[in-house]
């Protein structure tokens, strides 16, 4: 079960510890975040030399020149029409094995694997919180967006870290270098702190910059999902890395995003950290998934 501590101490963010003066969520299962991966290197290590580095950054390059305000408006009013395909979650899943992501550092096998893994680690620590378990092995869906018959996307519009359009960049944003080439920011409208939002506005009504999280977010409300904020939370702003881990654009945050952050940062342990070799039996853990699907979501979902 969740446990709940009120203490000051120190908790990891992931990169730097952070002074916890709160009540904090804390992990049931002591999941150990190791400090390198099942591939030799540190996790998200975008500075190492090697031809996978230089790929990801090129990648990064690409994506900050051209995820601007109105393309990000131009794809949400796009596929949030929902009229793509029709086909359950489970087989969703299953098409997601053609894709791999080009911007991780970390991973290069199909992505099912992923789901899977951090979903049943999630589940060892957190066996009561189903609905985190959902969210971890779906979390990462709207990757399809790199196939044909979703419109072939190219990879800078549906993986990477993710980040608000319509403010200033901020610059703990990953290879911030290369939004000086993004028209937003010499456009006054967009390159001051807050842009269009406001101060406590909240993170439903910022937009971020386009990719598979905001549109599994899409599917997920679109196809009116009983999961709880939290879980639509994670799943649009698991990439907003400058946030969970950074702390920045806070200034944006309202509430209950405060709240879901807490959970995010939570479930970011275990999608970041329990990348590995380790093969998952997808067809002995596959029934509780499946009833889980059914339990949050409909038979068949518009995409």
């Known amino acids: 079960?969740?446990?709940i501590i009120e203490?000051?101490?120190?908790?990891?963010?992931?990169?730097?510890?952070v002074q916890n003066n709160e009540k904090e969520l804390v992990l049931d299962g002591g999941f150990a975040m190791p400090h390198a991966n099942a591939f030799g290197h540190n996790f998200r290590d975008y500075d190492a030399q090697s031809a996978r580095q230089e790929g990801v950054?090129?990648?990064y390059r690409t994506n900050h020149i051209y995820q601007t305000y109105d393309f990000v408006k131009k794809m949400r009013e796009e596929y949030g029409k929902l009229n793509k395909v029709e086909m359950s979650i489970w087989e969703c899943c299953e098409l997601l094995n053609e894709v791999v992501d080009e911007s991780d550092p970390d991973l290069d096998e199909p992505q099912i694997e992923h789901l899977l893994q951090t979903a049943e680690a999630i589940r060892k620590d957190y066996p009561n919180e189903d609905w985190l378990h959902l969210t971890a092995l779906i979390h990462d869906l709207g990757k399809v967006l790199n196939l044909p018959s979703f419109g072939e996307l190219p990879q800078w519009a549906v993986v990477g870290d993710t980040f608000p359009v319509g403010c200033a960049f901020d610059e703990s944003i990953v290879h911030h270098k290369y939004f000086k080439e993004n028209p937003d920011s010499t456009n006054p409208a967009y390159n001051t702190k807050y842009g269009v939002y406001s101060e406590g506005c909240g993170l439903d009504d910022v937009m971020m910059s386009w990719g598979h999280d905001d549109y599994m977010y899409l599917v997920a409300k679109g196809n009116k999902t009983t999961l709880p904020s939290a879980g639509l939370f994670i799943i649009r702003f698991h990439s907003f890395y400058a946030l969970h881990r950074s702390g920045a654009y806070k200034h944006l945050m309202n509430e209950e995003d405060g709240q879901n952050l807490k959970w995010l940062q939570i479930f970011n342990k275990y999608d970041l950290y329990s990348k590995s070799k380790v093969r998952i039996d997808v067809e002995k853990v596959k029934p509780y998934y499946l009833?889980?699907?059914?339990k949050y979501f409909p038979a068949?979902?518009?995409?």
């Open 7 to 17: 203490q000051p101490g120190i908790i990891e963010d992931g990169e730097k510890k």
């Open 300 to 303: 068949k979902l518009r995409w």
């Open 1 to 3: 079960m969740t446990i």
């Open 291 to 294: 009833s889980l699907i059914d």
């Open 57 to 59: 950054e090129n990648f």
